[in-house]
Nanobody
Framework: QVRLVESGGGLVQAGGSLRLSCAAS????????MGWFRQAPGKEREFVATISRSGGSTAYADSVKGRFTISRDNAKNTVYLQMNSLKPEDTATYYC?????????????WGQGTQVTVSS
Protein backbone atom coordinates (compact mmCIF):
# COMPACT_ATOMS: atom_id res chain seq x y z
CA GLN A 1 0.00 0.00 0.00
CA VAL A 2 1.03 3.58 -0.66
CA ARG A 3 -0.49 6.49 1.21
CA LEU A 4 -0.43 9.87 -0.54
CA VAL A 5 -1.04 13.13 1.31
CA GLU A 6 -1.26 16.41 -0.58
CA SER A 7 -0.63 19.84 0.92
CA GLY A 8 0.04 23.39 -0.17
CA GLY A 9 -3.32 24.37 -1.59
CA GLY A 10 -4.99 27.64 -0.75
CA LEU A 11 -6.43 30.90 -2.04
CA VAL A 12 -4.30 33.01 -4.36
CA GLN A 13 -4.90 35.92 -6.70
CA ALA A 14 -4.65 35.52 -10.43
CA GLY A 15 -1.04 35.75 -11.53
CA GLY A 16 0.20 34.34 -8.25
CA SER A 17 2.00 31.11 -7.44
CA LEU A 18 1.53 28.06 -5.25
CA ARG A 19 3.58 24.92 -4.70
CA LEU A 20 1.74 21.71 -4.00
CA SER A 21 3.43 18.80 -2.27
CA CYS A 22 2.46 15.15 -2.16
CA ALA A 23 4.15 13.05 0.51
CA ALA A 24 4.15 9.29 0.02
CA SER A 25 4.52 6.57 2.60
CA UNK A 26 4.46 2.83 2.38
CA UNK A 27 6.16 1.06 -0.49
CA UNK A 28 9.27 2.37 -2.20
CA UNK A 29 8.42 5.72 -3.69
CA UNK A 30 10.90 5.44 -6.55
CA UNK A 31 9.03 2.39 -7.90
CA UNK A 32 6.17 4.64 -8.97
CA UNK A 33 5.52 7.11 -11.72
CA MET A 34 3.69 10.06 -10.19
CA GLY A 35 1.11 12.44 -11.51
CA TRP A 36 -1.12 15.36 -10.66
CA PHE A 37 -4.77 15.63 -11.65
CA ARG A 38 -7.43 18.19 -10.90
CA GLN A 39 -11.19 18.35 -10.73
CA ALA A 40 -13.25 21.51 -10.84
CA PRO A 41 -16.86 21.57 -9.61
CA GLY A 42 -19.18 20.01 -12.15
CA LYS A 43 -16.31 18.82 -14.35
CA GLU A 44 -14.50 15.58 -14.96
CA ARG A 45 -11.15 14.97 -13.33
CA GLU A 46 -8.38 15.90 -15.75
CA PHE A 47 -4.71 15.16 -16.12
CA VAL A 48 -2.30 17.96 -15.21
CA ALA A 49 1.26 16.57 -15.17
CA THR A 50 3.29 13.41 -14.75
CA ILE A 51 6.87 12.53 -13.88
CA SER A 52 8.78 9.30 -14.38
CA ARG A 53 10.26 7.18 -11.59
CA SER A 54 13.68 8.81 -11.86
CA GLY A 55 12.35 12.27 -12.56
CA GLY A 56 14.05 12.32 -15.92
CA SER A 57 10.87 12.56 -17.96
CA THR A 58 7.88 14.85 -17.52
CA ALA A 59 4.71 15.65 -19.44
CA TYR A 60 2.02 18.30 -19.07
CA ALA A 61 -1.48 19.11 -20.16
CA ASP A 62 -1.53 21.85 -22.78
CA SER A 63 -3.52 24.07 -20.45
CA VAL A 64 -0.67 24.25 -17.91
CA LYS A 65 2.40 23.86 -20.11
CA GLY A 66 4.90 26.64 -19.46
CA ARG A 67 3.23 27.63 -16.18
CA PHE A 68 3.38 24.47 -14.04
CA THR A 69 6.42 22.35 -13.20
CA ILE A 70 6.34 18.86 -11.72
CA SER A 71 9.33 17.53 -9.82
CA ARG A 72 10.13 14.83 -7.30
CA ASP A 73 12.60 14.15 -4.53
CA ASN A 74 12.93 10.39 -4.10
CA ALA A 75 15.01 10.84 -0.94
CA LYS A 76 12.08 12.68 0.63
CA ASN A 77 9.34 10.52 -0.93
CA THR A 78 7.68 13.66 -2.23
CA VAL A 79 6.41 14.97 -5.54
CA TYR A 80 5.81 18.67 -6.14
CA LEU A 81 3.77 20.82 -8.46
CA GLN A 82 5.02 24.38 -8.82
CA MET A 83 2.20 26.49 -10.22
CA ASN A 84 2.98 29.95 -11.57
CA SER A 85 0.90 32.55 -13.40
CA LEU A 86 -2.24 31.04 -11.94
CA LYS A 87 -5.57 31.74 -13.61
CA PRO A 88 -9.12 31.53 -12.24
CA GLU A 89 -9.67 28.50 -14.47
CA ASP A 90 -6.98 26.66 -12.49
CA THR A 91 -9.39 26.59 -9.54
CA ALA A 92 -9.96 22.94 -8.63
CA THR A 93 -9.19 20.19 -6.17
CA TYR A 94 -5.75 18.83 -7.02
CA TYR A 95 -4.93 15.17 -6.54
CA CYS A 96 -1.68 13.30 -6.76
CA UNK A 97 -1.53 9.75 -8.04
CA UNK A 98 0.96 6.90 -8.15
CA UNK A 99 1.23 4.15 -10.72
CA UNK A 100 3.80 1.34 -10.85
CA UNK A 101 3.49 1.39 -14.62
CA UNK A 102 2.56 4.65 -16.28
CA UNK A 103 0.27 7.42 -15.09
CA UNK A 104 -3.16 7.16 -16.65
CA UNK A 105 -6.76 7.85 -15.75
CA UNK A 106 -6.68 4.66 -13.67
CA UNK A 107 -3.88 4.68 -11.13
CA UNK A 108 -2.86 2.43 -8.30
CA UNK A 109 -3.10 5.05 -5.57
CA TRP A 110 -4.68 8.48 -5.09
CA GLY A 111 -4.39 11.17 -2.47
CA GLN A 112 -7.35 12.87 -0.84
CA GLY A 113 -6.85 16.15 -2.67
CA THR A 114 -5.99 19.74 -1.83
CA GLN A 115 -8.10 22.74 -2.83
CA VAL A 116 -6.68 25.50 -5.00
CA THR A 117 -8.75 28.63 -5.50
CA VAL A 118 -7.60 31.42 -7.80
CA SER A 119 -9.44 34.71 -7.52
CA SER A 120 -9.72 37.16 -10.38
Amino acid sequence: QVRLVESGGGLVQAGGSLRLSCAASGRTFSYYAMGWFRQAPGKEREFVATISRSGGSTAYADSVKGRFTISRDNAKNTVYLQMNSLKPEDTATYYCAANNSKISAQNDYWGQGTQVTVSS
